[in-house]
């Protein structure tokens, strides 16, 4: 692209963007390509009371949708293929600030080719797990599910994909990242990930799994997996969910910003040998040593074209019998006020065993958490969540 017509585009987007009060806003063509700004705000307010007898009330952001900002565009080239792209930056709408304060773009950033073969990708990327949240359960995976409670893999940088075009209802998809690649590297690290999904009139199943190989020679020689199965039921008024997640992607995690971390800060669970967002696994975290079983059934019900209501219950199992065990369960409703404004109400509890340290999270990690270790691990903690998302 050349200036004047880089100068057209973002004059249309910011244009567009003022104009639009309460509708999606549409593509702009420019040169034979397309482009969509697009985005969400997502505040709610947070109740939650630990059996430890502390509360923690606060205006959070993040609860079902991260807020963001992002484009996205395809230009057909030849052939029936197009190139594509997206970047997409998260905000912490409660003050402003980026979520990632030392990236742009810090959930996706890249460019792909579109062709009849499937999609190849090149860039920071969205993990397969990720983006099928709205398969494992009926809050899409965010606030109140317990399998978001134990944690998910959400991207990773340098990452090279190919997603194939649907084919009898099947779907695949292999990534690999090349995060570790240095000049004359012989720590051999990467991230890959295969994923399957099965479509067949109102049933769907499939598989998401991402690994990641300690260096050479490192001390917890351990590959740090993520191995999820998921199946629903279109019922007609609603779905039935089931997922599975075997995994040692979970460690002891530190509340504070002070380093070594202060007792009273450390929780037993929360953390991640393979970073959730970016890092490779560093050989030398011992929760890769610990094993998990996460189980959880869920179904939500349309009351009407505009409420939808919900419930789960799901369990986090330490197969390695270090007591790291959790159970949750979550009641809700979503209300579409209008075509693009949803508001939620969410009560959900996680009861911990005495060894384990889960916290409530949402698609965002919560602004305002439990930070203290008394209140956080072997404790139950219950909250309810009154919120809005407003899509553009």
Not at 11 to 30: D, R, T, Y
Not at 97 to 126: C, H, I, M, P
Request: proline residues 3%.
């Amino acid at each position: 692209m050349n200036a004047k017509t880089i100068s057209t585009v973002l004059a249309s987007l910011a244009a567009l963007s003022a104009a639009s009060a309460h509708a999606e806003l549409p593509p702009i063509e420019v040169g034979g390509a397309t482009f969509n700004l697009y985005g969400n705000i997502d505040q709610y307010l947070n109740f939650m009371r630990s059996s430890s007898g502390k509360s923690l009330n606060a205006l959070e952001e993040g609860g079902y949708l991260r807020t963001r900002v992002g484009v996205r565009g395809e230009k057909p080239v030849e052939d029936g293929m197009s190139v594509k792209f997206q970047l997409e930056q998260g905000l912490n709408i409660t003050n402003g600030s980026q979520a990632d304060t030392t990236r742009l773009f810090d959930r996706q950033a890249w460019v792909g080719l579109k062709t009849q073969y499937g999609e190849f990708r090149a860039g920071r990327q969205n993990t397969a797990v990720f983006y099928r949240g709205s398969y494992i359960d009926f809050t899409a995976r965010t606030m109140g599910s317990v399998v978001n409670i134990f944690g998910v893999p959400s991207r990773y940088d340098s990452d090279l994909a190919w997603i194939s075009n649907r084919m009898s209802g099947l779907l695949l998809e292999a990534h690999y990242s090349f995060q570790g690649a240095k000049e004359n590297e012989t720590a051999n690290q990467g991230v890959y990930q295969l994923a399957a999904d099965y479509e067949n009139g109102p049933f769907r199943v499939g598989y998401a799994g991402i690994g990641g190989k300690a260096p050479n020679g490192a001390t917890v020689d351990r590959t740090v997996m993520y191995n999820n199965f998921y199946a629903n039921y279109d019922y007609g008024k609603g779905k039935i969910y089931a997922a599975y997640i075997r995994s040692n992607n979970n460690a002891t995690a530190c509340s504070s910003s002070t380093a070594p971390c202060p007792s009273a800060s450390l929780l037993n669970n929360g953390g991640s040998p393979l970073g959730n967002t970016g890092s490779l696994v560093t050989g030398t975290n011992t929760g890769a040593n610990t094993y998990y079983n996460v189980y959880q059934l869920s179904a939500d019900y349309k009351l009407t074209p505009k409420l939808r209501v919900g419930a789960l219950y799901g369990r986090i199992d330490d197969t390695s019998n270090t007591g790291k065990n959790a159970a949750g369960w979550a009641i809700g409703g979503y209300y579409d006020i209008f075509k693009d404004t949803m508001v939620y109400a969410l009560v959900d509890v996680i009861d911990n065993d005495k060894n384990a340290g889960f916290r409530p999270a949402g698609s965002a990690g919560l602004p305002k958490n439990y930070s203290a270790a008394a209140d956080v691990n072997g404790e139950s903690i219950r909250g309810v969540q009154l919120g809005f998302v407003y899509r553009f």
